[in-house]
């Protein structure tokens, strides 16, 4: 400012997750994702949580692709990012999304479904 104060820097990394999302790297603290299972067959979980980790922890079992997360499958799926709502069904699985932006899938509903 005018009187040599500073307050704050904006470094690359802040302007490449401004348009491209957050970027985990070495120095971000590693934080555990919330899954919560709230029926017996039903679970709220945050969209970057990754397929293998459903599978081992809460014994979901998604199909594998060229994705690691919950977000990657629905977007191999809608080839779009998805606005809150939607959802797709990976037998026996019914996907829901429950918040999204413009760039990215936030929190989604999983729900196994009787066949």
């Known amino acids: ?19 491209v999302g957050d ?17 017996p067959n039903t679970w709220i979980a945050m969209a970057d949580v990754e397929i ?6 809460y014994e979901i079992a998604l199909p594998e692709g060229d994705y690691e997360t919950i ?5 191999d799926n809608l080839e779009k990012i998805p606005h809150q709502g939607q959802f797709i069904n990976v ?7 429950l918040q999204a932006t413009d760039k990215k899938i936030i929190k989604v509903k999983i729900h196994k479904q009787a066949r």
């Open 23 to 39: 970027i985990e790297d070495e120095y971000d603290e590693e934080e555990e994702h919330d899954v919560e299972q709230i029926s």
């Open 1 to 19: 400012d005018s009187f040599g104060g500073t307050a704050g820097i904006v470094t690359i990394e802040d302007i490449l997750e401004e348009i």
């Open 91 to 97: 037998e026996p699985y019914r996907i829901q999304v």
């Open 52 to 57: 293998d980790r459903l599978a081992d922890d």
């Open 71 to 75: 977000a990657g499958l629905i977007l």
